[in-house]
């Protein structure tokens, strides 16, 4: 990175700015895809036009509005919660969030740290956040609040598993596990000889993709994965106590994760930040834009099954994992493990 | 309250807790009996739309016992019908079943018509019943969409009330209020249909009719939908008729059974061809086909009445001053939600001794403690959808 930038800094500064970099996606993220999918995408799906006074240009203010609405209300906690679980639950959620940002590489050289393991770690990363929803459903000493929080426990533990082995044949097929082998993988790769695009494993994996897709939906309690939310039951589920500020962490957390996992399916599936002939110096600087564009295809498939979709009920969504992904995940790890000792 | 009882009566939980709390000194099996979870639905609960609270006993998921609470709304209207002359009673009833307004009108028009011995004109009779059936389109279309949203399914909610709009603006167009029309008078209607009326009745019928075909691809014709409501919320035709449920909720327990023909003939009805759908099934998809279905059929009826429109007076003869004769009358009719009913009790002066309302929702939710023994939380919510209430109806 310092190369690139043709500044010498040392590495402590450049960690300090990674960070800073890292830490401002996760709200960024969480803003861009809150307007376009929330506010707009599903207005627009519902035949309305959603917010369109705050900043002039078809409400892009609103959702900075929101937040900033959020910092001003009082905080409320409840008299019977445990106070320092209470306050720390909104926290590990975002923290897993920006933890998977880390291995994300959105350029050559444009990655906080390029980990041998790194599709493994981002996985594991991601599932601490269900330690936070846990804190947050028993801290809150509400009856609501539990129900979610146990039934996001049980739904998050179940979709780990399809997605892990949606991820697998990708690993098998790149013969790596880093992010960045990954998308080199991809780009160096060629269809039957020709090599014009390289080879986004999509078109080899397209049921892993399905399956990522799937269990990210499920990860991230969107619908018709969100019991662990239900408003209509549950009211919001392990949220139902939370006000302010500590409302906006789960907000951030919520659609930073769903960047976080658009991110992860683009690297994955449709070939990172690599475009088509584009190599070296150029890549850094376009390799942003291209994830950018990849992740908001993905997020877009997720956030239209979110807006169509009535939610299944927690025994049904255990049954579609345990009985439908897990084997079709196991069947294509195999079918892409056969293929990859015969050529 | 039977949320204090031995819930050991549950399906599929046959333990016997009492033998389980013996053994507790033991301390071993204090930690195996968890103890049942009692939580309040309502009365401020998205699912129960209103304040109806209902107190469920959990184990886990499952419902052991639930004992709806009603009357957070209670407006007393059966004791201020006793106080209110007969022609302002009309503005009071509205607000029974706040949405299909029109409809709780007609049959108590129908009563004090039937003991003064007047006859709405044939005119008026007509738009009665055009009325009636655009308030149950307008409400049914809403709980097309709704029964979706609480499922889970954002979307086929905000349909469901953009297409009621076109309803509601008909509603309005004719009789000057949205919800609130207050339109009927002893003896007929206050005015006649305004200029254009019908034709723009006509363009909106065949919007209703696409929005159902939405509907059927969208939210019955959906997977996970299908899965949510078969078999849920089982009604078997004679204990639902054994509690008096009603309406469109019976009918879909496969009773053939519709106060529009098989009772004393009212409006327009008797004039009209139309069909009364059923199901077999008795179960949460099959209240929503038998709604999806009278929508259709109250368009084809709302077609038929437009077609046959007779001209003439949309008033009777009557006093100016409406004294009503001594008589008790019982008048029922078939509105969106049941089987809607006043027993009028007159005594000769200008407004009723004593008026009783039967109101659909309330005998549509006694079934709950009954159908909601034994099933999952989601389908608390997805029963109660199914059967659609109105508080008001409810609470009266």
Same mark, same amino acid.
């Given at each position: ?97 920006? $933890? ?167 690297? $994955? ?75 | 309250? #039977? ?131 655009? #308030? ?224 659909? #929702? ?35």
């Amino acid at each position: 990175m310092t190369t690139t930038l043709a500044l010498q800094i040392g590495w402590g500064t450049t960690l300090a700015l990674k960070t800073v970099i890292v830490l401002a996606i996760i709200p960024l993220g969480a803003l861009v895809l809150g307007y376009v999918f929330l506010l707009k995408m599903m207005s627009h799906m519902q035949s309305r036009l959603g917010p369109m006074d705050p900043g002039g240009f078809h409400g892009w203010f609103q959702l900075v509005g929101d937040g900033m609405k959020f910092l001003q209300k009082e905080d409320i906690m409840p008299e019977q919660a445990d106070k320092r679980v209470f306050a720390t639950a909104p926290a590990v959620v975002v923290i897993s969030t920006f $933890l998977v940002f880390l291995v994300i590489p959105m350029g050559p050289d444009l990655v906080v740290k390029d980990l041998d393991v790194g599709v493994f770690y981002a996985l594991a990363v991601s599932s601490l956040s269900v330690i936070g929803v846990l804190m947050a459903g028993w801290a809150s000493a509400n009856k609501y609040a539990l129900l979610g929080a146990l039934r996001a426990a049980g739904q998050l533990i179940a979709y780990e598993l399809p997605l892990l082995l949606a991820v697998t044949g990708v690993v098998v097929q790149a013969n790596t596990m880093s992010l960045q082998g990954i998308v080199y993988a991809q780009q160096d790769g060629s269809i039957f000889g020709w090599s014009g695009v390289g080879n986004p494993f999509i078109l080899t994996q397209f049921v892993g993709f399905l399956l990522f897709v799937v269990a990210a939906q499920a990860e991230l309690t969107q619908t018709p994965f969100d019991m662990p939310v239900a408003e209509s039951e549950l009211v919001a589920g392990y949220m139902v106590e939370y006000t302010g500020f500590r409302f906006l962490f789960f907000f951030i957390g919520e659609f930073g994760t769903a960047t976080a996992f658009a991110a992860l399916a683009a690297t $994955l599936f449709l070939g990172g930040w690599s475009l088509p002939w584009v190599h070296g110096d150029a890549a850094n600087w376009l390799g942003p834009i291209v994830l950018f564009v990849k992740l908001m295809f993905v997020a877009f498939l997720m956030f239209w099954a979110r807006f169509t979709y009535p939610r299944l009920r927690e025994d049904q969504l255990q049954a579609l994992a345990w009985k439908v992904l897990i084997p079709i995940g196991l069947v294509n790890l195999l079918v892409t493990g056969v293929f990859k000792v015969a050529f | 309250m #039977s949320t204090t009882e031995s819930p050991a009566n549950a399906p599929g939980f046959e333990v016997d807790r009492d033998a389980i709390r013996h053994l507790a000194d033991a301390q071993i099996n204090v930690e195996l009996d968890t103890g049942d979870m009692i939580i309040n639905l309502g009365p401020q609960h998205p699912a129960t739309h209103g304040t109806l609270r209902l107190v469920v006993r959990l184990d886990g998921e499952r419902v052991l016992a639930a004992d709806p609470v009603i009357g957070y709304m209670h407006r007393g209207y059966e004791k201020l019908t006793e106080f209110r002359t007969y022609p302002q009673i009309t503005t009071l009833i509205n607000r029974i079943d706040w949405l299909s307004s029109f409809a709780n009108e007609v049959p108590f028009v129908d009563a004090a018509e039937r003991l003064m011995g007047v006859e709405a004109p044939p005119r008026a009779a007509y738009i009665r019943t055009i009325l009636t059936e655009l #308030s149950r389109i307008a409400t049914f279309v809403l709980f097309l969409g709704e029964m979706g949203l609480q499922l889970g399914a954002l979307t086929p909610a905000f349909y469901g009330f953009r297409d009621r709009e076109h309803v509601l603006n008909l509603i309005e167009g004719a009789t000057g209020g949205r919800f609130h029309p207050n339109f009927n008078r002893i003896g007929g209607l206050k005015d006649d249909l305004p200029w254009g009326w019908i034709a723009e009745t006509r363009s909106v019928m065949s919007k209703i009719l696409t929005a159902c075909d939405t509907f059927e691809d969208l939210v019955a014709g959906n997977e996970i939908f299908l899965s949510r409501t078969r078999g849920i919320g089982v009604i078997p035709g004679e204990i639902g008729a054994a509690y008096g449920v009603s309406g469109s909720n019976l009918r879909a327990s496969g009773v053939d059974w519709d106060l529009r023909r098989d009772g004393r003939p009212y409006l327009a009805y008797p004039e009209i061809d139309f069909q009364v759908w059923t199901h077999p099934d008795g179960d949460s998809f099959s209240r929503y086909w038998v709604r999806l279905q009278e929508t259709r059929e109250s368009v084809r009826m709302v077609l038929q009445l437009l077609d046959g429109l007779p001209a003439g007076p949309v008033m009777a003869k009557v006093p100016r001053i409406i004294k009503v004769p001594e008589g008790e009358v019982w008048a029922e009719t078939e509105n969106p939600l049941g089987q809607m009913g006043y027993y009028v009790v007159s005594k000769g002066a200008t407004g009723p001794f004593r008026v009783k309302i039967r109101s659909a #929702s309330f005998s549509n939710v006694s079934i709950l403690p009954w159908l909601l023994k034994g099933v999952y939380v989601p389908d608390v919510v997805t029963i109660l959808a199914s059967l659609y209430f109105i508080l008001g109806d409810i609470d009266r």
